[in-house]
């Protein structure tokens, strides 16, 4: 298994973060005073690609002629129109539609899990979500969990998996061994030849681990699964957060390329040592 302590005279920079959410968890109308910090902060920690991927739930934010403006005062970056598409059972139904209507606009549309049993409750909610697995049978519910994330996939209206191993956050970890838990799971993102992220946002939350854990890495590795690279920013101040940590676990893997999407079109692109 890769190591952290497996660290390259000279890490492998980082150029892209394709999971931010500018309105962060409520819906904000984009204005070049919202997006322009994001922007800003990019430059700063030396980003050169971007996707804003808020949840679906806020599409009623989303203006591409605010985007394509925010594109205009800063062409020496790459900012791509992005959606987050997830599970809600309230309001993810609205999402898709809304997704499907505007698909040629879209660059780069992630998928994730977030609800269980819970209609109103995101069970990775800190740390209220954490009440949803008491008592219960964690292989059961990690079971549960990936068969709602492959029905994501089967929707064909992602590009990419968000935070593969979400269900880990409260630090509840299988007994099955994770290969047989996850398997089908990573077959169906391998034959409909969609991407999963690397977060960092996992460093930050209960876990303390990145996501998806190593073993989860090194089976898409094997599967030659595309990989891109992530923050899970709701802050401007977050944008490519812990990515030098995270280019030396990667590097640590062997990982040469990462992806990157224009209207759908995924593109992979070397690291420079």
Known sequence: MASELQRPKTPLPLFSDYHTHPQ?????????????????SARRVGLKDIAFTDHDRYHAGIEF??????RERNQDLRIRAGIELDNDPIHSAAGRKWIEQHWDKLDFV????????????????????????????????????????????ETGLV???????????HGHRPNAD??????ETLEIVRRRNIAIEL????????????????PIIELAIGKRIP?????????????????????????AFGVRHVCIFQKHKRAELPLQV
Not at 24 to 40: F, I, K, M, N, S
Not at 227 to 251: C, M, P, W, Y
């Open 24 to 40: 962060g968890h409520r819906v904000q109308r984009y204005t070049q005073a919202l997006l322009q910090p994001w922007a800003d």
């Open 65 to 70: 002629d605010e985007i394509d403006q925010l």
């Open 110 to 153: 992630l998928g994730s899990v977030h609800f269980l049993d819970r209609a109103d409750q995101m069970f990775d909610s800190v740390p209220e979500g954490a009440a949803q697995f008491d008592g219960r049978d964690i292989d059961a519910m990690y079971a549960d969990y990936f068969r709602r994330i492959r029905e994501l996939v």
């Open 159 to 169: 590009d990419c998996l968000a935070h593969l191993d979400l269900i880990k956050i």
């Open 178 to 183: 994770i290969a047989s838990l996850i398997g």
């Open 199 to 214: 977060s960092t946002a996992g460093w930050r939350k209960p876990i303390n681990e990145l996501y998806p854990s190593d």
């Open 227 to 251: 990989l891109t690279t992530a923050s899970d920013a709701h802050s401007h101040v977050q944008l490519g957060e812990n990515f030098a940590r995270l280019a030396r676990k990667i590097s």
